[in-house]
């Protein structure tokens, strides 16, 4: 084989002239190097903040991971090579750059990728081999909803539960302003409402020290709140009966302890409110007093503002008797009777017998002297009259009999001029 490449050479015309041709190939070599190394020579050169490139953001973010804190950097570079070459070179033709495509959560350390876009520049050294990184995760996490109050309504009035449309809003970012949020909160003003309350309120997410928590996308910005507004009222409370008591027996006296309870409900309900019943007490039959635990007759839509599981009635019975009186005729008085009439009251002759009927209590303590019969003369005219007896008191008695009573009464008037009689001719005579 390789006599055989010998012969290829002896025909060849490298063969001929070999000394001359090898002498002029290591002039020019030797010329070429000369005017490299004088011409244009190999030297350093410094370029100050060069951009570091990050590549693969758009990897870490399909991957649901952001860069938090610093995100620019910047590093000076040594090149080396040529003068003319590296004089002109600028620094979009130097690449340093970062692959954090692949990065997960935490503080990363990321090496350096450097390179030049001109051949036989060379980066000879670079400030900084690495840069570091904080790489948090995005999350989407749901959050409570806190709605506050601000300012009260007027005196008499307060706010019930508040509904809202939403308990939890989600909120997305990365994981560390996420775990920072304590709730997602807004402000309800309520100064001087006396109806119900029904608002959109505008929420945002907050610490724990009641700083609004930015960086972060909130799902829902407006929540739909009710506040119920009711008006406060005491009430009086009335007992509620039925059926009737034994004959001869009457229901003189019946008390609710307590006699009020204060109650709440929307404005409208309450002022119509006049009262509060308690349940049905029974008195059919009944011929005695008692008490009885009952509750109250509460309306749907009225809430009791104090815990009032039963009220005490107390209802008083008593017997129903009838005391006799009996009166002269001269023991009745007029009423309004012109000083000019004159009767034949003091002529008659007989009594009038009055009957009381009355709970015992108030029969056994009555006596003649608290009972005036009397006829109203304002009508009075000369003449005969069908006078009605009447008595002084009547409301508290459960029956009244006068007996007669109505008398037949002659009236003289005063004042009239007396009838002539008329003379005759026998009385002439």
């Known amino acids: 084989m390789l006599k055989r490449i010998r012969e290829i050479y002896s025909r060849s015309k490298f063969s001929r002239n070999t000394a001359p041709k090898l002498l002029s190939l290591l002039f020019a ?14 030297i350093t050169r410094s370029l100050q903040d060069v951009p570091v490139q990050l590549m693969g953001i758009e990897e870490l973010k399909a991957r649901n991971y952001e860069i938090m804190g610093e995100r620019e950097f910047n590093v000076d570079v040594t090149l080396k090579g040529r003068r003319n070459e590296v004089n002109s070179i600028t620094k979009q033709e130097v690449e340093i750059s970062a692959d954090i495509g692949d990065l997960t959560s935490g503080n990363q350390t990321i090496l350096l990728n450097q390179n030049v876009s001109i051949e036989d520049i060379t980066i000879d050294s670079i400030s900084k081999d690495n840069i570091t990184l904080d790489i948090d995760e995005i999350i989407r996490q749901p959050i409570d909803v806190k709605i506050i109050k601000q300012g009260t309504v007027p005196e008499g009035y307060l706010t019930e539960d508040m509904t809202l449309s939403l308990q939890q809003v989600f909120i997305k970012g990365p994981e560390s302003f996420v775990n920072s949020v ?26 724990i020290n009641g700083e609004t928590v ?12 009710t506040i ?12 509620s009966t039925v059926g009737t008591v034994k004959e001869g027996f009457g229901l003189t006296a019946i008390k609710v302890t307590p006699d009020s309870v204060n109650v709440r409900g929307q404005r409208e309900v309450i002022n119509a409110l006049k009262f509060i019943e308690t349940m049905d007490v029974n008195l059919n039959g009944a011929s005695e007093s008692f008490e009885i635990y009952t509750k109250l007759n509460v309306p749907e839509d009225v809430t009791m503002n104090q815990y009032l599981d039963e009220v005490k009635v107390d209802v008083t019975i008593e017997e129903i008797i009838t005391t006799e009186f009996t009166y002269d005729y001269s023991d009745i008085t007029f009423l309004n009777k012109a000083s000019s009439l004159r009767t034949n009251m ?21 006596t003649k002297n608290d009972l005036t019969l009397y ?26 009999e006068i007996i007669p009573s109505n008398i037949e009464l002659e009236i003289v008037d005063l004042d009239a ?5 008329e003379t005759t001719e026998e009385d002439t005579e």
């Open 214 to 225: 930015t960086g972060l996308e909130v799902e829902t910005n407006y929540v739909s709140v």
């Open 375 to 400: 006829v109203d003369a304002e009508d009075f005219e000369a003449g005969t009259i069908n006078a009605e007896i009447v008595l002084n008191k009547h409301n508290e008695f459960n029956g009244i």
């Open 182 to 207: 304590e709730s997602v909160r807004g402000i309800i003003n309520i100064t001087n409402e006396t109806t119900r309350i029904s608002k959109e309120v505008a929420v945002e997410p907050i610490d």
């Open 417 to 421: 001029e007396p009838v002539e009689e």
């Open 228 to 239: 119920p507004v009711s008006k406060l009222m005491d009430v009086t409370i009335q007992p």
């Open 29 to 42: 070599i030797v010329f070429w190097v000369f005017v490299m190394d004088q011409v244009n020579p190999e």
């Open 346 to 366: 003091a002529d008659l002759e007989g009594v009038v017998l009055l009957r009381v009927s009355a709970f015992e209590s108030i029969a056994n303590s009555l």
